[in-house]
């Protein structure tokens, strides 16, 4: 490579603040991400890449040759008010980057534009994924069916961290987040007056055994060296004090690692509703729905974005797995890649809040790193 990755970047550090704010001050929830991917695709188009549209969603390809290299941003914002009086404030009520994809998107539109910039000194071709509705909303899945996979031999995406210090880059092996599912149901009893219980099916207590019966799912059928979540977080039944209700609804979530642990949690779940219910003489519904697969990093792939890091001065380390989930696994069932963190904690200026959090901020100081690590594992990936 004739040129320096994190010197260009430091040059358009002020183009991809400004658009991180642009998107901060304007955010739009998953699938409704018109005007960022207007943004986006007209600086593409300005620069030279090849579009297709999925929706909301971009898939944008420059060079060409054998190889294909990808790198991914998610565009959508959070149902959250914004509560911190930052100059970028967003300037729609309800709505708020709340988890720092205005800066994932920014960061790609500076490396897009470097890329362009330096397009002939390219081995292959790299193609550049604006995804929308990661939060919950499944968007990489839409983006694989709209063929941004195609061809593509392997896959790198940046998430700003929380948990890592401003500027340093996490990259793990293996098991990075954790695959996610929801559930909900009801236990079905019979009503009746709370003076007579002995004339109900009360599926209050009912449910309570339930709830308790799958606190062992992780304590006592998972494995003690593997992890699982199992969280109930809504439950609702009866409104009167003297009235048994005819039913308890409930809802929740699960998380894990690794798929047959997945498995065994919904299988117990399963299980203990089947067991409990017939106990007590009621009835039940269960609907489960996998939501994102664990997200799982290639090791060579790891082991190559430490390379590169290395070889360009970019500072990086280890990142702890989290129980969060994130729909880049879907990618990386695919094809091989590595999910990337960029820390941005900065305790002297506040930023510190988690992500989701109504304050939650990101240390722009450091967005010009991920954009200079995508630069270089693109570039350094395609002349492999
Ligand atoms: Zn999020
Ligand atoms: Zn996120």
Redesign the pocket.
Known sequence: MNFNPLSEAKRIEKEIIAWRRDFHMNPELGYEEERTSKVVEEHLREWGYTIRRVGTGIIADIGKGEKTVALRADMDA?PVQEESDVLYKSKIPGKMH??G?DAHTAMLLGAAKIIAEYREELNGRVRLIFQPA??GGNGAVKMIEGGALEGVNAIFGFHVWMELPSGVIGIRDGPFLAGAGIFGGKIIGKGGHGASPHETVDPIPIMAEAIMAFQSIVSRNVPPIETGVVSVTSVHGGKAFNVIPGEVEFKGTFRFFKPEIGGLIQRRMREVLEGVTKAHGAKYELSIEELTPPTINSREMADFARKVAEKYGLKYGDVPPTM?AEDFAFYLQKVPGAFLALGIRNEEKGITYP??HPKFDVDEEVLHLGTAMEVALAFEFLRG
Request: aromatic share 0%; hydrophobic share 20%.
């Open positions: 959070l709340a988890c994809h990661e939060e969060g992500h989701h």
